[in-house]
């Protein structure tokens, strides 16, 4: 059960990963967002995601992300909720959330209802100690529990880019009935890193028959190609490395039709 988890009424769902280049100017990266999230409203999205850091890029590996923190009903969250008004949405976004070290915030995915209530937050578990980066220096470690969210259609389950890395936690989340994955990200650019994500996308995808509704950053340091996902592996929605967003219907009916020809969920031992 999410932390304050909520209902809305819907057929289906349809729902947006929003894709852009975050900067460390909270206010700027404010306005780059609202119209995308208007936009993704005006087209029927009832879920809207947003990638990892939409508060506040990393920036350079010495900036103190400490300064850049906010509680999660800072202005950050109390903009992100009133655009979750305004587009009677859920909106999930990335920030910084102050901790009791104040040189190493978390990691936080936020999350707003259409009321613009704050249904759920997530903090970060597996920070991106890898490929010669040390987010655990900047940053602090959430404690792992599954965060998940009801809605009318699909019980949603909140995870954040490094954390894709691990099958293990992917299954906690479908284990606490996550139906479809969340997953925020600044997938860092390199070799192969762009086939490392969307093949693990597709990978918890079909191993845990469940949707993957995937928001990435973009530009000169991040992999963009936002994505979703069925629970048979296959990407019905995807962006390139574009500023904009990408929409994909979801359904109860797909998953549970997945669910009976690929029964792997109930075949464990």
Not at 213 to 236: E, N
Not at 255 to 266: D, I, Q
Request: net charge negative; proline share 6%; charged share 20%.
């Amino acid at each position: 059960m999410s932390r304050g988890g909520q209902r809305w009424q819907t057929v289906g769902m349809r729902v947006a990963s929003v894709q852009f280049s975050a900067t460390t100017d909270v206010v700027a990266n404010l306005e780059t967002i609202a119209p995308l999230v208007r936009e993704a409203g005006r087209q029927g999205a009832e879920l809207i995601v947003l990638p990892e850091a939409s508060m506040h890029d990393f920036g350079k590996p010495d900036f103190p992300l400490g300064r850049a923190a906010q509680p999660v009903d800072g202005p950050f969250g109390a903009t992100i909720a009133e655009l979750a008004r305004e587009s009677g949405a859920l909106v999930v976004a990335g920030m910084f959330e102050r901790s009791d070290d104040p040189n190493r915030p978390f990691n936080t995915l936020v999350a707003f209802g259409p009321a613009g209530d704050l249904v759920a937050s997530y903090r970060k578990t597996y920070l991106y100690d890898s490929f010669g980066y040390r987010e655990s220096d900047r940053l602090t470690a959430g404690e792992g529990s599954p965060v998940t969210i009801k809605t009318n259609e699909l019980t949603l389950g909140l995870m954040t880019c490094y954390d894709l890395r691990f099958p293990e936690f992917a299954r906690l989340l479908v284990d606490a009935d996550a139906e479809a994955l969340v997953v925020p990200a600044a997938w860092v650019r390199g070799p192969q890193k762009e086939d490392h994500w969307a093949t693990l996308l597709r990978a918890r995808a079909i191993e845990n028959t469940c949707y993957l509704i995937a928001a990435a950053q973009t530009g000169p340091t991040y992999v963009g190609c936002s994505m979703v996902v069925d629970p048979m592996g296959v990407g019905i929605a995807s962006l390139g490395a574009e500023t904009g967003l990408v929409l994909a219907d979801v359904s109860a009916e797909r998953l549970a039709e997945v669910r009976r020809t690929n029964p792997s969920l109930e075949n464990r031992r």
